[in-house]
């Protein structure tokens, strides 16, 4: 079992920035490749990034590119998501996911644990 808790979820002004953190507890951190997510009142879950277990192989979604990072710190259990040049379209819930898969996948089916979620909220 992996428990995920994300913070860092706020209100921010169009063009602002917000940092996202999920800090891991349980199984070795190491052993997941990590994703965030989001979900928009309305709409179907959406991957915004991945990184793997060593954090060589990185994706994006299309709408995120350019402007957000994904890291993560394996000696501190926790992945990141820096979010720059936020826009109103950006404003949902955004959970981060643990996949014990080899790969980076954009199908939230594949992740095997999840967090709660945290609001991020971009007022034009």
């Known amino acids: 079992q992996v428990q995920l808790v994300e913070s860092g979820g706020g209100l921010v002004q169009d063009g602002g920035s917000l940092r996202l953190s999920c800090a891991a507890s349980?199984?070795?951190?190491?052993?997941?490749?990590m994703g965030w997510f989001r979900q928009a009142p309305g709409k179907e879950r959406e991957f915004v990034a991945g990184?793997?277990?060593?954090?060589?192989?990185?994706r994006y979604g299309d709408s995120v590119k350019g402007r957000f990072t994904i890291s993560r710190d394996n000696a501190k259990n926790t992945a990141y998501l820096q979010m720059d040049m936020l826009k109103p379209e950006d404003t949902a819930v955004y959970y981060c996911?643990?996949?014990?898969?080899?790969?980076?996948?954009?199908?939230?089916?594949?992740?095997?644990?999840w967090g709660q979620g945290t609001q991020v909220t971009v007022s034009s």
């Open positions: 990184m793997s277990r060593r954090g060589t192989s990185i």
């Open positions: 349980g199984r070795t951190f190491g052993d997941y490749a």
């Open positions: 996911a643990a996949d014990r898969g080899a790969i980076v996948t954009v199908n939230p089916g594949a992740y095997d644990y």
